[in-house]
């Protein structure tokens, strides 16, 4: 039998996967408080369920960007898919598209942006941090329209990388055999060396991510694109209201899947006051802790527009490729309809805060 939830799915990956692998994939930072809340800040809410309405259809759609979603369900942007799956993001992609729906693409991907979007069937968008090297950026913006990417996510959340101790301890480092393949080889060299209680991916940051990044440079890449540009890492109303005042099309709350600043607010907690400061018609996505269709009914009904989803689309690749990141999606978008099914909310839409009731846990 095909398995029924995610956590099946992760258990699998698990037995799967090397230990610095696994432990690079589902790791947080420091104490890994962060991590554990935006698993279970979910619990703190209940369902309002409203009854005798005609449920015969439910109607997933949304539209975002300008792009008509499927399902308000996207792969997050995560680094080095063929730590996983031979195929990579290739597969991902393939996998999202069954299911109609978005997916990021990370910066450091290890297939090249040309390759993804031509086994694409979904709309993509393209993942960057911010490096020293502003021409690698401008390349990389190019080479994105010109594949046909429809929009930009600009990380925010990383000047450095967070103190990840499963990693300090394994000694991370990428395998010889994967490679963030849209970069100069020269500019990756320091994430392919392991050294003990080093991290390979903490010593690359160092060595190339900007940490002079302000506001005002966002002035900077809107000046070499025509594509929405979308920041992603917002906790907070002040950083929100900063993001439309700069241009931002759309944000995405996220704290790095707990990676980053251990103690940071769980997403969860924080979209409330991000959807609060930023006009009604502006896009607030999530990240962080979506395991099930009820997840995402519940940041929906906080206000996201969408959901952004990320370890489990790897562990879904680790045990079974491009068919379990397929039956990972295709169980959540499944969950997500029946869940508003059974609310009586049968358009994402419909749902807002009244659909929720604070169990206070």
């Given at each position: 039998?095909?398995?029924?939830?995610?956590?099946?799915?992760?258990?699998?990956?698990?037995?799967?996967?090397?230990?610095?692998?696994?432990?690079?994939?589902?790791?947080?930072?420091?104490?890994?408080?962060?991590?554990?809340?935006?698993?279970?800040?979910?619990?703190?809410?209940?369902?309002?369920?409203?009854?005798?309405?005609?449920?015969?259809?439910?109607?997933?759609?949304?539209?975002?960007?300008?792009?008509?979603?499927?399902?308000?369900?996207?792969?997050?942007?995560?680094?080095?898919?063929?730590?996983?799956?031979?195929?990579?993001?290739?597969?991902?992609?393939?996998?999202?598209?069954?299911?109609?729906?978005?997916?990021?693409?990370?910066?450091?991907?290890?297939?090249?942006?040309?390759?993804?979007?031509?086994?694409?069937?979904?709309?993509?968008?393209?993942?960057?941090?911010?490096?020293?090297?502003?021409?690698?950026?401008?390349?990389?913006?190019?080479?994105?329209?010109?594949?046909?990417?429809?929009?930009?996510?600009?990380?925010?959340?990383?000047?450095?990388?967070?103190?990840?101790?499963?990693?300090?301890?394994?000694?991370?480092?990428?395998?010889?055999?994967?490679?963030?393949?849209?970069?100069?080889?020269?500019?990756?060299?320091?994430?392919?060396?392991?050294?003990?209680?080093?991290?390979?991916?903490?010593?690359?940051?160092?060595?190339?991510?900007?940490?002079?990044?302000?506001?005002?440079?966002?002035?900077?890449?809107?000046e070499r694109t025509s594509l929405p540009l979308v920041l992603k890492g917002i906790l907070t109303a002040e950083d929100a209201r900063l993001a439309v005042g700069h241009g931002a099309d759309a944000v995405v709350v996220s704290n790095h899947g707990g990676r980053q600043l251990d103690g940071?607010?769980?997403?969860?907690?924080?979209?409330?006051?991000?959807?609060?400061?930023?006009?009604?018609?502006?896009?607030?996505?999530?990240?962080?802790?979506?395991?099930?269709?009820?997840?995402?009914?519940?940041?929906?009904?906080?206000?996201?527009?969408?959901?952004?989803?990320?370890?489990?689309?790897?562990?879904?690749?680790?045990?079974?490729?491009?068919?379990?990141?397929?039956?990972?999606?295709?169980?959540?978008?499944?969950?997500?309809?029946?869940?508003?099914?059974?609310?009586?909310?049968?358009?994402?839409?419909?749902?807002?805060?009244?659909?929720?009731?604070?169990?206070?846990?």
């Amino acid at each position: 039998m095909d398995p029924l939830t995610l956590r099946e799915i992760e258990e699998d990956a698990r037995r799967r996967l090397p230990v610095a692998i696994r432990e690079f994939i589902d790791g947080g930072s420091s104490q890994e408080r962060t991590l554990a809340g935006n698993l279970s800040q979910y619990g703190r809410w209940g369902f309002r369920p409203r009854v005798l309405v005609d449920v015969s259809t439910v109607d997933l759609t949304v539209d975002l960007l300008g792009s008509t979603l499927a399902a308000p369900i996207g792969v997050a942007p995560m680094a080095y898919h063929r730590l996983v799956d031979p195929e990579g993001e290739t597969a991902t992609a393939r996998a999202a598209g069954r299911h109609g729906l978005l997916t990021v693409v990370a910066m450091f991907a290890s297939r090249t942006v040309e390759e993804i979007a031509a086994e694409a069937t979904g709309p993509l968008w393209l993942q960057l941090y911010w490096l020293r090297r502003r021409d690698v950026l401008a390349g990389l913006l190019e080479r994105a329209e010109q594949a046909g990417y429809r929009a930009l996510l600009l990380t925010v959340d990383a000047p450095r990388i967070g103190r990840r101790l499963r990693d300090l301890r394994n000694g991370f480092a990428v395998p010889p055999q994967v490679r963030a393949v849209n970069l100069e080889p020269e500019l990756m060299t320091s994430t392919g060396r392991s050294a003990v209680g080093r991290s390979a991916i903490a010593t690359h940051a160092e060595e190339q991510f900007e940490t002079t990044l302000t506001w005002s440079d966002l002035a900077w890449l809107r000046e070499r694109t025509s594509l929405p540009l979308v920041l992603k890492g917002i906790l907070t109303a002040e950083d929100a209201r900063l993001a439309v005042g700069h241009g931002a099309d759309a944000v995405v709350v996220s704290n790095h899947g707990g990676r980053q600043l251990d103690g940071a607010v769980p997403t969860l907690t924080g979209l409330p006051e991000v959807v609060a400061a930023v006009p009604a018609d502006f896009p607030v996505l999530l990240d962080g802790g979506v395991r099930s269709g009820t997840d995402a009914a519940t940041a929906l009904a906080l206000g996201a527009r969408a959901v952004l989803v990320g370890r489990p689309v790897l562990w879904g690749l680790a045990a079974g490729g491009e068919a379990g990141a397929a039956r990972v999606l295709g169980l959540l978008r499944d969950e997500l309809e029946h869940t508003l099914a059974l609310l009586g909310r049968p358009r994402p839409g419909d749902l807002d805060r009244s659909a929720l009731a604070d169990l206070g846990v």
